[in-house]
């Protein structure tokens, strides 16, 4: 049997390895976040096991779950490598469609109307057309509803150019014919589209110089004809 | 041959138990570097825990086996597999100041 020596210098090691240290002194979580998904180590093994089982099905105790949404994709961990899949990607391109936790329904119906991700870019940027900024300033606390209104809607972030084909899911269409029209997530995007964004003139008026010519756009589904 | 070349002795230490793991000081056999893989670790919290406290943190050859194969191949009834995920990973264990990669602050 060990020496009991060895078993309290183990012992202690543990305590002390899982002290409020950052995630790069923690040997697993350094790599794995860093290098082995990344990177695409051992076949893939790591980065398709992450994207399509840890996160989507929570595993651990929601551990992985947590920890993509809250802090690998908002604090742009392994050189944005993260924010990209997700921004890029797995929303865009609906993974795991089938799963507990699709990544275009986490996204559009909790991450975003709930407060997930906690904004660590300074939305230093917006509000620069703003008529009254000292009163109307909004706390830009979330990652994602940041750069989504800021971002992804207002820059058409997809690569495509012109109205979207078939099954797309482009943050601009989106937004325009299935958020705003339908009302999903108790209203939230209907709600703050036309008291806030329009009326405060978020993204440099981009909502509200949308919204004066949506009713001739075949992309916003009609539903912003005036009557 | 090795210096280090092991014995049959049960390891006394980290060191011990990490030449009983590498198979270029204990090659595969009855009681190679396969068994201490496949039986020793898995069911013995001790060497449990000089596994992933010191020795996979301190060994490449270790190292590479577990990210490479011992983790991917699901060994030992997927002992390492689920012991990463569930249990090396969400607790932080093992301190390492062999490399960092800082958060990197490059936007779109």
Redesign the interface.
Known sequence: ???AA??KN??I??D???AQ?P??????????????IPEL???Q??YQ?FFNT?VPEQ???S??YNKFWNNLVP??????FYYKKLWDKAIQENWMANSSNPYRTVFWETMVPAGFGPQS?SPKDIFTESKDKVNKQYTWANHYEYYLWN?AVPEDWSGEAGPPIGNSYSYKWTFWTYMIPLGVADNFYTDRFWSKAVTEGWANNYYYNTLITAGNESWAGGYYIPN | MYAKEVNNQAPQSADELKAKLNPATNPYGATGWNYWWDQEVPNNPTYQAWFWENIVTSDNAVYSMLWDKAVPELWSNQYYYNYFFTTAVPTGMAISYSFSFSASSSFR
């Open positions: 049997m060990p020496a060895s078993d183990v012992k090691f543990t002390i390895s899982t240290l995630d790069w002194t923690q040997h697993y979580k350094n790599y794995l976040w860093n290098k082995a180590w051992a076949n093994h790591y096991y840890a595993t651990a105790q551990y992985y604090e742009f961990t392994a050189n944005s870019a971002k």
